[in-house]
């Protein structure tokens, strides 16, 4: 069956109620009831270091003092062609950089709309 009521009417209905009916006296338990369930939330462990952490952090040195090492003892023929590469791929991004920015901009653009047209369509669904 409906529900005849609209909900103003049943705002109206629920602020008659809370304003007639009798309010009924709070039970003694409830504060150290509340209070027993707050001691006993036991409290966060103090951090500790692992021998995974150790082990990890000892691979991870490992590997950045191999790559130094190695970017620093690379022959000046690999050096010169890693130099040229880089420098073609900063030219290439130059001369795209004209269309990339129009299309990261509409890009942006319809991310941002995606975001906001759920929320304005409910806003307006009210």
């Known amino acids: 069956m409906d529900n005849p009521l609209t909900p103003d009417q049943q ?36 951090f500790h270091l692992t ?5 990890l952090a000892l691979i991870f040195s490992a590997c950045i003092g191999a ?11 690999v050096v010169a062609q890693i130099r040229k590469e880089s420098i073609l791929l900063y030219q290439q991004l130059l ?3 004209r269309w990339l ?8 653009a ?4 995606a975001l906001t047209i759920p929320y304005l369509r409910r806003e307006l669904l009210k």
Do not use: H
């Open 95 to 97: 001369v795209n950089i």
């Open 110 to 113: 319809a991310f941002l709309s």
């Open 67 to 77: 790559m130094w090492f190695s970017i620093n003892n690379l022959p000046p023929l």
């Open 51 to 55: 021998w995974q952490d150790l082990v």
């Open 11 to 46: 705002n109206v209905v629920i602020e008659d109620a809370l304003y007639t009916y009798p309010v009924a006296p709070m039970p003694r338990t409830v504060t150290s009831n509340v209070m027993a369930r707050i001691k006993t939330i036991p409290t966060p462990q103090p």
């Open 101 to 108: 920015i129009p299309v990261l901009s509409f890009g942006l």
